[in-house]
């Protein structure tokens, strides 16, 4: 069954500090794996993209890593800051896209950044 | 560029009353989404287009939900009539093509009472 994992399910950390959200998934065959950052009462905003060929794709203090093998990908936030309060959602694409399901979408990581 | 559109932002209703919602993509975008999301969940797709034609609404429960996309341009999504399971975030969004990045809406809240 084609499944994304997010862990963990939220998390509260203080400003400046670093932070990595973790993603599982079992979706094949695999096309992209996508991190969306959701402001609350807003849409998702992509922050990166990555193909099976790429291990790490950065988006200023967003540097996402992906390990094909394993099927895990993470999201590490480097000197977070209060605008980072938001729900991160890992997003698995199927290959190739079919008429059924083609975006399998995580519950999310919601983050917490407090002064 | 202007983003996806959505109106109304915020929608309250009785049940068994009718709603819609309006989507207006990316300007050349040919793919349009509409997701349903609950709280603390990630998005779950109603139904796909490609330009008019609805490729993919093997997702939305048919007895009440209806779409339309006329033009293939802008979108409407209806509820008719709505339950209280109803209550939840409902999105739009947009791609260049199908397994494109999709752009979201703000997406509309709708409480059923």
């Known amino acids: 069954k084609n499944q994304v994992e997010q862990s963990p399910q939220s998390l509260i950390i203080l400003e400046g500090k670093n932070c990595t959200l973790q993603c599982n998934y079992t979706v094949s065959p695999f096309s992209n794996l996508r991190w969306y950052k959701q402001d609350t009462g807003r849409g998702p905003v992509s922050l990166t993209i990555?193909?099976?060929?790429?291990n790490t794709k950065s988006n200023g203090r967003y540097t996402a890593t992906l390990d094909a093998d394993t099927k895990q990908s993470s999201l590490h936030i480097t000197a977070s800051q209060l605008s980072d309060s938001a729900s991160y959602i890992c997003v698995v694409t199927l290959n190739p896209p079919n008429t059924g399901n083609q975006f399998y979408f995580g519950t999310g990581t919601s983050l917490t950044v407090i002064p | 560029e202007a983003g996806v559109v959505q109106s109304p932002r915020y929608k309250i209703i009785e049940k068994k009353q009718p709603v819609a919602f309006w989507c207006n993509p990316i300007s050349g975008h040919n793919t349009l989404y509409w997701y349903l999301q609950n709280l603390g969940q990630g998005p779950e797709l109603l139904i796909r287009y490609e330009n008019e034609e609805a490729v993919d609404d093997s997702q939305l429960p048919k007895d009440r939900f209806s779409a339309e996309r006329l033009k293939g341009v802008d979108s409407t999504l209806k509820i008719q009539p709505a339950e209280l399971g109803d209550s939840a975030v409902y999105l739009c969004?947009?791609?260049w093509g199908f397994g494109d990045t999709q752009y979201f809406g703000p997406g509309t809240r709708l409480t059923v009472l």
């Open positions: 969004a947009s791609s």
């Open positions: 990555m193909t099976f060929s790429e």
